[in-house]
T-cell receptor
Framework: EAQVTQNPRYLITVTGKKLTVTCSQN?????MSWYRQDPGLGLRQIYY???????DKGDVPEGYKVSRKEKRNFPLILESPSPNQTSLYFC??????????FGPGTRLTVL | SQQGEEDPQALSIQEGENATMNCSYK?????LQWYRQNSGRGLVHLIL?????REKHSGRLRVTLDTSKKSSSLLITASRAADTASYFC???????????????FGAGTTVTVRA
């Protein structure tokens, strides 16, 4: 089944404790991206990647890191999480200029 | 910054009525896409319309695109309670100089269909 998976689905952590949210797709898509969704603000892009070893900043990259060492994986790293990073996070993938396939979301709470 | 802006922010209609929402954007695009999100879940792709197309249909959905006005509309006909969701437009652009591809979402329209 074609899908995008994210883990964990829910995470409660404390300020400053490094964390990684994994994202994996099985559709051989070139394009992958991370979004955060906050009430009233819609989806804002954090980082995106057009292919292996090619990543670029989206609209709200501060406080986040990504890597794209393999085509299927695109982890999101928060080196030192802060409470303002409490949000709902989505990973998505697509072949360029086609529909995005979204993961189920990761609800992150930073205390 | 967000490219697309949906209007209205919220819409409440009776089952069986049509729902129309609009999306405006600022810069040139390659395609415009519409997505649907049920509360707290991932977005699901509804329809993609390319910049050289003016109208597209998919089941009860009708999308129009006016590139001269930089706007699009999504019409849901004969709405059902199951259509209750948030709807987002997304614009994608390829920047030829940098070969950079960007997909930008608007803030969404929340649609409530009353039984």
């Amino acid at each position: 089944e074609a899908q995008v998976t994210q883990n964990p689905r829910y995470l409660i952590t404390v300020t400053g404790k490094k964390l990684t949210v994994t994202c994996s797709q099985n559709m051989n898509h070139e394009y992958m991206s991370w979004y955060r969704q906050d009430p009233g603000l819609g989806l804002r892009q954090i980082y995106y990647s057009m292919n292996v070893e090619v990543t670029d900043k989206g609209d709200v990259p501060e406080g986040y890191k990504v890597s794209r060492k393999e085509k299927r994986n695109f982890p999101l790293i928060l080196e030192s999480p802060s409470p303002n990073q409490t949000s709902l996070y989505f990973c998505a993938s697509s072949s360029t200029f086609n529909e995005q396939f979204f993961g189920p979301g990761t609800r992150l709470t930073v205390l | 910054s967000q490219q697309g802006e949906e209007d209205p922010q919220a819409l409440s209609i009776q089952e069986g009525e049509n729902a129309t929402m609009n999306c405006s954007y600022k810069t040139s695009i390659n395609n415009l896409q519409w997505y649907r999100q049920n509360s707290g879940r991932g977005l699901v792709h509804l329809i993609l319309i390319r910049s050289n197309e003016r109208e597209k249909h998919s089941g009860r959905l009708r999308v129009t695109l006016d590139t001269s006005k930089k706007s699009s509309s999504l019409l849901i006909t004969a709405s059902r309670a199951a259509d209750t969701a948030s709807y987002f437009c997304a614009t994608d652009t390829l920047f030829s100089r940098s070969n950079d591809y960007k997909l930008s979402f608007g803030a969404g329209t929340t649609v409530t269909v009353r039984a």
